[in-house]
């Protein structure tokens, strides 16, 4: 049975920074995309960042490029989001998420992953 368990997250003062994790178990993953997505009240659901286990290839949201980073620990299966400089709008949960089925348009898309994190909150005060 596949899980992804979150940690991380909380609060901070615009500007800080902040590490979610998140650990994959259950399954190979090497296959896979990860990706984070958050969503804020009243809000949808949106992309932030994604990653691949083989080849490394990272992508980010116009929102979070150059204030967020992607990584992944292949032995221990988890993914990291760095999170710096972080701004009052960045306040959401935020998700993780395995998607089995990569390729450069879906990692994009919510609807095409398959496992998701409990979620973790993270509020950034002014």
């Known amino acids: 049975q596949v899980q992804l368990v979150q940690s991380g997250g909380g609060l901070v003062q615009a500007g800080g920074s902040l590490r979610l994790s998140c650990a994959a178990s259950g399954r190979t993953f090497s296959s896979y995309s990860m990706g984070w997505f958050r969503q804020a009240p009243g809000k949808e659901r949106e992309f932030v960042s994604a990653?691949?286990?083989?080849?490394?290839?990272?992508y980010y949201a116009d929102s979070v490029k150059g204030r967020f980073t992607i990584s992944g620990d292949n032995a221990k299966n988890i993914v990291y989001l760095q999170m710096n400089s972080l701004k009052p709008e960045d306040t959401a949960l935020y998700y993780c998420a395995a998607n089995s089925k990569y390729s450069p348009y879906s990692v994009y898309r919510s609807l095409a992953y398959d496992y998701w994190g409990q979620g973790t909150q993270v509020t950034v005060s002014s």
């Open positions: 990653f691949t286990w083989s080849g490394s290839r990272t």
